[in-house]
């Protein structure tokens, strides 16, 4: 191999490199080193009977003697600058004679300690090459600077989070309560002989404030909230990784009583063996230092490890064994109540005008996280500020709503009669699909202005909080999805690119429903998707033929049942092409329409009132909140 002939030259090279700049005096200074303050000091003190500059050397025969020698000789990094800076002090003594003389004597070419540094950094780069390969040959080379834990001592933004902050999540909040309460006066559980979780789990989709209740809990607890996020463990050397959590674990230790919180932690946690390289790798290792960690600290240390993720489904079993995250919290997508509560925590300290009804917002934002919703109101409050108004108002949130949904609007971009066309036919198929589905959440509101990427769009919005479809709603989405390619099909003649996306997200529903949800007969209530990816690998490495079976019959049942919702988006269709026209007759000249007007012209009757607000109108309104009990 060429490179292990190429270390003991880089090891020759560096030893060449030391030697060579110590004989040549720079670490062999004969007489005191002095500072340069000191040998500025010297002159200002009268002290300097003459000198001379040679190289970066300065030999300087004295008044008073230091350490019994007249003649001191030092270095000056830059004698040029120290030229410059005495030049004045330097005439002045020489004026009134107490310098009695001085030479600086001109360079002549290169000298040797003017080598010396180059030399040096290139000596210093190649050992530091040559380090981190023997880093990747053998992880126990100490590069320990490399494996020091990326963590954030502390909340990042020096502000304190308490529970008051997470709004909603009362369940989740109850559950964490036990942990402040354990990290506030661990005697009262140790004593006992309590078990506390080592470790908990928190799962739950991105942005329903997994990370927010972390630091909730540490600001509680009033403890220090050591986070990492699972994706710094992961890097390119053998080793760093693990060592980067053994320093974690030291830090939170030595601080303690601490949270470790690692965010996003499936990044390092993944089932071992499950990677196509297979065998050891960088995370297996990383992982299993972890393992060793919360198997190795005892409960009355006050540590308590924290994670979040939202694929609990790839994470190993191993970490979900006892005295590791043996705690699961599922941290959900917020109710409407939730979604109130978070939107009024996030209207603090913006102001928002007499016509903004946050639960009203609340109930039209279903499947928001809180995330989301901060974003929305954010979104809204740029709108007013855009417009220099001092509060926000409904259309402003009903703006950012959609802004949200589908990309800003991009009423300037201009487009061909005919692209319109196409558009108001495609978005006209999806809304009279829609409308004629049972159990398709309504529409609110249909545009023909460009958005995003988007040339137009149907917005739908289902009217309460379910989250578990049925195997008919499923089906039901997927031909509502279909209605803008088949209304090009049907009444263009022509099919556009413009339905790339629908096509996308139908198929995708399709194959879900037939492999990941056994809704399909042929394949039986089995499911063949691990997290979105079929299975690779892992399960099916011993009957590869076995499954290409299975792949090819997935691909024949998704197609039959696309084709199936087509089918049947076309009749719909056809049966209301007079409807269907209308609409996009109507969307031709007036660019949009309400959910409201739309549902009017959909059953004959007239139009009415365009109203303004396009989102929040008509739907959930008056739904009485059922009455708390007592
Ligand atoms: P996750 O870690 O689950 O992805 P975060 O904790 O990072 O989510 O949440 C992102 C942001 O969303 C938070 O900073 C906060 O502004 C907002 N948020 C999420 N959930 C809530 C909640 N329950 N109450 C208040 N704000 C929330
Ligand atoms: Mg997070
Ligand atoms: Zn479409």
Not at 395 to 415: F, W
Request: glycine share 8%; with cysteine; aromatic share 6%.
């Amino acid at each position: 191999m060429k490179n292990r002939r190429f270390i003991p030259m880089i090891i020759y090279v560096a030893v060449l490199v030391l030697v060579f700049s110590w004989t040549t005096g720079l670490f062999s200074q004969k007489s005191a080193t002095l500072s340069y303050s000191q040998v500025v000091d010297l002159f200002r003190a009268e002290q300097v009977k003459s000198f001379v500059v040679e190289d970066q050397t300065i030999t300087m025969e004295l008044y008073t003697p230091i350490s019994g020698k007249s003649s001191v000789t030092t270095t000056l990094a830059d004698p040029q600058s120290f030229r410059l800076e005495m030049n004045d002090l330097l005439k002045s003594q020489r004026e009134s004679g107490v310098l009695q003389g001085y030479d600086f004597v001109p360079q002549k070419g290169f000298s040797a300690s003017e080598l010396i540094f180059p030399l040096l950094t290139v000596g210093v780069i190649l050992l530091l090459l040559w380090a981190m390969f023997m880093g990747r040959m053998n992880n126990s080379n100490p590069m320990s600077n490399f494996g020091k834990a990326r963590t954030v001592l502390g909340v990042p933004d020096g502000k304190k989070v308490t529970f008051a902050d997470v709004a909603g999540a009362d369940e989740e909040k109850e559950e964490l309560r036990e942990v402040v309460d354990f990290l506030r006066a661990p005697e009262k559980y140790t004593e006992i002989g309590a078990r506390i979780p080592h470790g908990l789990l928190l799962v739950g989709p991105p942005g329903t404030g997994k990370t927010l209740l972390a630091r909730a809990v540490a600001g509680e607890a009033d403890v220090q909230f050591l986070s990492i996020s699972g994706s710094d463990f992961v890097e390119m050397y053998v080793g760093v990784g693990a060592s980067r959590v053994r320093d974690l674990f030291d830090q939170a230790k030595k601080v303690a009583p601490a949270i470790i919180f690692i965010d996003e932690i499936d990044a390092v946690g993944r089932k071992r063996g499950s990677g196509l390289g297979g065998g050891h790798d960088e995370k297996e290792q990383t992982l299993n230092q972890l393992l060793v960690e919360m198997d190795g600290f005892g409960r009355t240390e006050g540590v308590i490890v924290m994670a979040a993720t939202n694929r609990p489904d790839i994470l190993d079993p191993a970490l979900l064994r006892p005295g590791r995250f043996d705690r699961q919290i599922h941290v959900g997508v917020p109710d409407v109540k939730g979604r109130e509560e978070i939107l009024k925590v996030h209207a603090r300290g913006k102001k928002l005008s007499e016509d903004v009804n946050l639960r009203t917002v609340a109930r039209s934002t279903s499947g928001f996280t809180g995330a989301d919703l901060s974003n929305l109101l954010n979104e809204a409050a740029i709108l007013a500020a855009r417009d220099s108004r001092a509060a926000v108002n409904m259309e402003d949130m009903n703006e950012a709503m959609m802004k949200i949904l589908a990309g800003p609007a991009k009423k300037s971009r201009v487009q061909s009669r005919r692209d319109l066309k196409t558009t108001a036919i495609h978005e006209s198929g999806h809304a009279v699909a829609m409308y004629y589905l049972p159990t398709h959440d309504p529409v609110r509101h249909i545009s023909i202005v460009p958005r995003g990427s988007s040339l137009g769009a149907t917005w739908y919005l289902p009217k309460d909080d379910s989250s578990n479809l049925t195997r008919n709603e499923m089906y039901e989405q997927i031909v509502g999805l279909l209605g803008g390619r088949v209304a090009e099909d049907v009444f263009l003649g022509d099919i556009s690119v413009g339905a790339s996306n629908d096509i996308d997200r139908a198929t995708k529903l399709a194959k879900d429903m037939v492999a990941r949800y056994g809704m399909c007969e042929r394949l039986g209530t089995v499911s063949y998707l691990d997290g979105g990816e079929v299975f690779i690998g892992r399960d099916y490495q011993t009957s590869k033929s076995s499954f290409e079976k299975v792949a090819g019959t997935i691909d024949e049942e998704v197609k039959s049942l696309i084709d199936r919702a087509y089918d049947h988006c076309r009749k719909i269709l056809t049966d209301h092409a007079d409807k269907l026209r209308e609409l996009s007759d109507y969307l031709l000249a007036n660019e949009s329409i309400s959910g409201e007007q739309f549902a009017r012209m959909m059953e004959g009757k007239e139009l009415g009132e365009a109203t303004q607000t396009v989102l929040f109108d008509g739907f959930g309104e008056p739904r009485e909140e059922p009455k708390d009990q007592e």
